[in-house]
């Protein structure tokens, strides 16, 4: 099968008192009365009541999302709190993060963080409380040339480096196709060169990339095909690293692809570059990332 090479545009790659009232009497009270509650045994531990259970079922996690104020980090918070999760999600300016999600309840915390700050603060961000992490940092253009690597490549680095002192064993990556375009023969491709001039944005997040693969963190690295602000159309197509040249997607639908991966086995240690096609067929999360072999 041959694939066609198409060249993508620039500008696209880029969670009642009870009052206990004590009755004294004069009188012998009756023995008090217990529901018969059927233990359950779990593995590995004792026995708990199917009471205790659903108490401990109820237990929201809670996901560490950096980024969380950007276009597609936004819609990856409001999903994951759409799933019940509970959500730290990472700023820098808090006043625009409490802008941007005014309208959300105590199942979001925001925390003042800077990736770029090294490993120790991210250690203090992220706590003990979180259970994953999900990146969707990207830099903003400017007049520093630095920036991009800064957030980029050291930036994932210093978070990746911050779940490895804490303790944290899942982490997902926003990347995009293209990252390893050199080896691939796209070092002629006009968003390759574009994106590389301003501060080697592909190679940065390649590096990066390769650094997650070794920390021995379960992760999965998520390569988007050209991003869409519009709503989903078409049904999710996902393939092997290094194959994808064209396409667009939704962020909502990275966003969704993100979130449905924390949890499937099948994304575990995996790289996949994703697009949405109005003639893919639907398949299920498990079918689409079950295709793609682990390198």
């Known amino acids: 099968m041959i694939r066609r090479t198409c060249y993508l545009s620039a500008r696209h790659l880029h969670h009642h008192h009870h009052h206990c009232s004590l009755l004294f009497s004069t009188t ?6 217990f529901h018969s509650l059927k233990p359950i045994k779990m593995e590995g531990a004792n026995e708990i009541t199917r009471e205790a259970k659903e108490n401990v079922n109820q237990t929201k996690r809670k996901i560490f999302v950096a980024g969380a104020t950007g276009r597609t980090g936004k819609s990856i918070v409001e999903q994951l709190l759409a799933k019940g999760f509970e959500v730290k999600a990472a700023v820098r300016d808090l006043a625009k993060a409490r802008a941007t999600f005014s ?6 915390q925001m ?20 259970e994953a992490v999900i990146c969707a940092t990207g830099f903003r253009p400017g007049f520093n040339v630095f920036a991009p690597w800064k ?21 997902i990556l926003i990347s995009s196709i293209l990252v390893n375009g050199a080896a691939m023969g796209q070092m002629l491709n006009p968003a ?17 990339e390769n650094h997650i693969r070794k920390s021995g963190i379960n992760y999965t690295i998520i390569r988007p095909a050209a991003l869409k602000n519009e709503p989903p159309s078409g049904n999710l197509v996902v393939e092997p690293e290094d194959t994808l040249y064209d396409g667009t997607i939704s962020r909502d639908l990275v966003a969704e ?6 949890d499937l086995p099948e994304a575990s240690y995996k790289v996949v570059e994703i697009l949405s096609r ?16 682990q390198k």
């Not at 309208?103 to 979001?108: A, E, F, V």
């Not at 692809?257 to 924390?262: G, W």
Request: include cysteine; hydrophobic fraction near 40%; proline fraction near 5%.
């Open 278 to 293: 109005a003639d893919a067929p639907k398949r299920t999360y498990e079918d689409l990332f079950g295709s793609i072999k």
């Open 257 to 262: 692809v993100a979130v449905e991966a924390l």
């Open 151 to 171: 957030v980029e490549n050291l930036g994932t680095v210093n978070l990746v480096e911050a779940c490895r002192k804490l303790g944290v064993q899942r982490f």
């Open 111 to 130: 925390v003042v963080a800077d990736v770029t700050e090294g490993s120790d603060k991210l250690v203090q961000a992220i706590g003990d409380d979180s």
């Open 192 to 208: 390759y060169l574009y994106l590389n001039i301003f501060g080697l944005i592909l190679v940065a997040k390649h590096k990066a």
């Open 28 to 33: 012998s009270p009756e023995p008090p009365k």
């Open 103 to 108: 309208k959300h309840g105590p199942s979001l």
